[in-house]
């Protein structure tokens, strides 16, 4: 196991600018999990990690070592990748043998390696099997036993779910959680989807446009977002925004919507501001704001309602079951205390 | 079954009749002259199965003109063009296809594409110096011509339609270039290799133009040989004909056992996945 390092790298194919300096520190043991749009370069930051790509300047450290110019099998690194990669010519213990064979690591050992993975993934059923005989979450956990087996520094997994049906995602994302909480091998995980991100991570890095916009634990970023892309790409449904400007206590938005605030920081005032809140964080009350109703979505546990304000739609999240119907008009108030507000230029945070 | 789906079958029939039928006969035909004694085979109107079956035409092919010397010429030159266009052809292909060296592929379809005789002679002349005439190397080095692009063209094909991803986990693995190749490349790419293992056997074993040349009377190939029946004798038609069909059945042989990989091959590279 060992801490990785990346310090101010940057990555350019051509003219194209794909990681524009980046600094994550990644602790020992610690699973960190790089989150952001397609194209955001989280990919390629992971592939420079593994030597899959060359580094175009900056510095990746693991353990100690620099391994800018370190090949990939010397990095002791295991990667896990979307389509898995298994070998289809091998059978499934062959396909966890391979690196220890070609390490010339004694029949003995191999074979306790293998054998030692195959229960914690339970696999032993399969060892005999082919790739082509394997369900979907079947190759997934071939893939993480041949990581497994290779007991390395750093586990890589370059968006392993995605390959997978929605239930069997959710089983996976558990399981994964659960090996690393017994190998405690560090780990980088690449994925874009941000529930996965939330769920698993210890550390979330959200990437965007070749930069990281934020590095924090998951609740810190759900409940302090640095900016205004943070705040829209984490959460699910993503946070209401609206436009307008800062006044002493309240917010005033474009079309003159008053909405009380509970702090007003100093600098902000009078500034064209970007309001958001969370779909949860609104309430339905006598005082709020009205708006007509556009969307009424049930799920049972909780009921998901679009109401337009100032001509914008607007989620709420409400945990008790209303009898209201399409077209009716609500009145819906956000608590104070929750409330971000960004600049509207640089998309800051505002509040503390 | 309705009238007009009847007619419609019967019209794909005849079609089908129609497109095969040159191939169809002329081999039927040529089945039929090598039965047949010579009174029969000039006959007319022609008679496609005779009373009396003349067999001693298939005897008389392997009595007369060293033609187990032939065959087994052919063997012998056919194995090594193929075995070493393999050799060459597999890494090379692999090599054009992850480096995406679309020109060298370009370079080497043009001397597949080159007819044969614009480079023979100078060849003949080359290998008339190197004093190698008598022997079966320079038909065995000139065949190469045939087998080698056969097989990086299929190879290409086989090796883009491999994940690059599955070589980056060899690589993570602590695989180097070269091991990569042999434990993950090749392995994945068998069937390539059966299909221009095939076409290469098949070209180089029907390959005429290069064999007269440079052959001698000890290292003539088959086709060759069979020319030469026609031009020494009489055109005696039943031997010609046996012979014909004692040379193309080997390949035949092969073709029809690989019919369904050759096809799989030929479509590889064109569709991915396919």
Redesign the interface.
Known sequence: MAAVQIADVRKTFGTTHVIRGVDVDIEDGEFVILVGPSGCGKSTLLRMIAGLESITSGEIRIGNRVVNDVPPKDRDIAMVFQNYALYPHMNVADNMAFSLKLKNAPKSEIETRINRAATILGLTELLDRYPRQLSGGQRQRVAMGRAIVRDPQVFLFDEPLSNLDAKLRVSMRAEIKDLHQRLKTTTVYVTHDQIEAMTMAEKIVVMHDGIVEQIGAPLELYDHPANLFVACFIGSPSMNVLKGRVELGEFITAGGVRLPLEKTPPSALGKPAVYGVRPEHLKLSADGVPGKVLVIEPTGSETQVVVEVDGQPITCLLRERVAIQRGDTISVRADPALVHLFDAETGKRLTD | MSLAKIFRKLGLVFAVFLIVSPALLFFIWMVSLSVKFEIDNGAYPPILIPEHFAWKNYTSVFESNNFLLYFKNSIIVTGAATLFGLIVGVPAGYGIARMNAQKSAIIIMIARMTPGLSFLIPLFLIFKGLDMLGTLWPQIIIHLVVTVPIVIWIMIGYFETT?I??E?????????RW?IFM??AM??A?PGIVVSFILSVIFSWNNFVFGVVLASRETRTLPVAIYNMLSFEQVSWGPLAAAALIVTLPVLILTVAAQRQIVAGLTAGAVKGG
Do not use: F
């Open positions: 994940p991803e599955l980056e986990a060899a690589m993570i693995d602590g695989a180097n091991q434990k993950v392995p994945i068998k």
